[in-house]
């Protein structure tokens, strides 16, 4: 049986072949990037006064021991692969690779979705007279193989360049919500806004409404930290640049979930939120009354835009690295962990996540505009993301025997709230937040679609082994 350190010397080594790009200021501002998502702002917004317990508590209960598990597991195994590597190394090979199965089937829902995203942001910012992108199918088509295919260049060049694509992506996120923290105070100077009280607390009801709520902006809104693990190979001293960079996007994010949900409510009655584009709506409503809402809001947008390419490259690069490492288990075949000559990236491995998040942004063109079927799918895609979140929840619980000292009481007590947070979202996220027909058979389709592509995932792993008759048990 292959102990846990031969088995990180074994990934090291691979690792080597890898330029080390990443340092601790990247990856703290692609995490704020990727983890911060405006519409929770709209959602959480809500709630009206009741939003800043909801957040307290989602903090408390998922985003402080997501942080914690994170660090401990990333300081015991610093290795290119992140999640894969603890599940595997913690539980076994199976394990390993189903989490990343699922973890790779997000990503490919995920980034499919670009192209509309893009169509929709740009009708936003020219105005009603680009309404027609939105449900011209040539155009979204257009438009994802445009943006998918920059992403493949970017991601085969490599982090040389990638890096500051979402560094700036992270820099553009921390200036739209500075203006959108500091305008309330404007509002007040300027006696536009007659008051503004962010820290102002009600108790919500205990509701199914409001647990739906707490279980989205927990997982849904303040996962994250552990995806940029996934680049661990890839980054200058892994173990301390992930815990320090940890240390420096945790409270910034926070602040700005808290405070930006803050001027949401100070601005929009609960009933008026747009949940699609909450950020342009209260900067025209706030900065209307200084005749520059037009220009600013269709900055502000193209800024999103920006900011939502990035925070999808981000996606899409670092899981092009899962079926790189599962080639060097012998999972998958090792042409998808062969190496650009020059640029040192999984180049077979970028074209395969390029090509599948395409081919799922046509199929998705059939029948566009039915709200169910976008709903079906976006629901699916996070469960996928939340199902790999319960193995990495239950890891310090249940897994890394061999490991001596065990972890902690601390950290396995913050490990099952976050276990229970995110089994919260999944359960819920079974049902659907729109009308639709038959929400037992929505329910139906959503737990039918996870389970066939978590078969389709045991039948490559089954197929895998015939071929090359890996032993059942890598990890502990």
């Given amino acids: 049986m292959t102990t846990l350190a031969q088995e990180e010397a074994r990934v090291e080594a691979h690792s080597a072949e890898l330029r080390k790009e990443l340092g601790v200021r990247d990856l703290a501002l692609t995490q704020i990037l990727f983890i911060i998502g405006l519409t929770w702002i709209g959602v959480a917004g809500k709630l009206g006064p009741s939003h800043v317990v909801l957040w307290l ?8 021991p997501m942080a914690a598990v994170v660090i401990y597991l990333n300081q015991l195994m610093p290795l290119e692969g992140g999640l894969y590597q603890w599940a595997k190394l913690g539980f076994n090979s199976v394990v390993g690779f189903l989490l990343a199965w699922n973890l790779w089937l997000y990503v490919i829902v995920y980034t499919s979705e ?40 970017a991601a085969t060049i490599g982090l040389a360049v990638g890096k500051w694509v979402h560094s700036i992506g992270g820099v553009f996120m921390l200036i739209i919500f500075a203006v959108l923290i500091v305008l309330p105070f404007i509002g007040l100077a300027t006696g536009h806004l007659r008051e503004f009280h962010p820290f102002r607390t009600k108790l919500p009801e205990l509701s199914l409404f409001n647990l739906n709520i707490l279980g989205k902006m927990g997982f849904g809104a303040l996962g994250g930290f552990e995806y940029i693990a996934i680049l ?61 809402a037009g220009p600013l809001v269709t900055i502000a947008i193209l800024m999103t835009l920006a900011m939502r390419v990035a925070q999808v490259s981000v996606s899409f690069t670092a899981v092009t690295r899962l079926p790189m490492v599962a080639g060097w288990d012998r999972l998958l075949p090792s042409a998808f962990s062969r190496l650009h000559p020059r640029f040192r990236t999984p180049v077979n491995s970028i074209l395969l996540v390029a090509a599948c998040s395409f081919i799922i942004s046509l199929l998705s063109l059939i029948g566009v505009g039915q709200a169910e079927a976008f709903q079906l799918l976006f629901n699916a895609g996070g469960t996928f993301y939340a199902l790999a979140y319960v193995v990495m929840f ?28 995110t089994l919260l979202y999944v359960v819920l996220s079974v ?46």
């Fill in 431 to 476: 049902f659907p937040i729109i009308q639709v027909g038959n929400v037992a058979g929505f329910a139906l389709k959503i737990a039918t679609m996870i389970v066939v592509m978590n078969l389709v995932g045991v039948g490559i792993l089954l197929a895998a082994r015939r071929r090359t008759r890996v032993p059942a048990e890598m990890g502990a």
């Fill in 394 to 421: 239950a890891i310090p619980l249940f897994g890394l025997r061999s490991v001596r000292p065990r972890p902690p009481l601390w950290l396995r007590v913050a490990s099952v709230s976050g276990l229970l947070m």
């Fill in 232 to 292: 661990a190979g890839e980054t200058r001293a892994p173990a301390s640049a992930v815990r320090r960079s940890v240390y420096i996007a945790a409270p910034a994010i926070a602040i700005m979930f808290i405070l930006g949900t803050a001027t949401v409510v100070a601005y929009v009655p609960t009933n008026a939120i747009d949940l699609v584009g909450p950020m342009p709506q209260v900067l025209r409503v706030g900065f209307g009354p200084f005749g520059i």
């Fill in 114 to 153: 670009i192209g509309i995203q893009c169509a929709t942001y740009l009708a936003y910012a020219i105005g009603p007279s680009a309404a027609w992108m939105t449900s011209s199918t040539w155009f979204v088509a257009l438009s994802s193989a445009v943006i998918l295919a920059l992403m493949a260049v």
């Fill in 57 to 64: 508590l989602a903090i408390v209960l998922f985003y402080l």
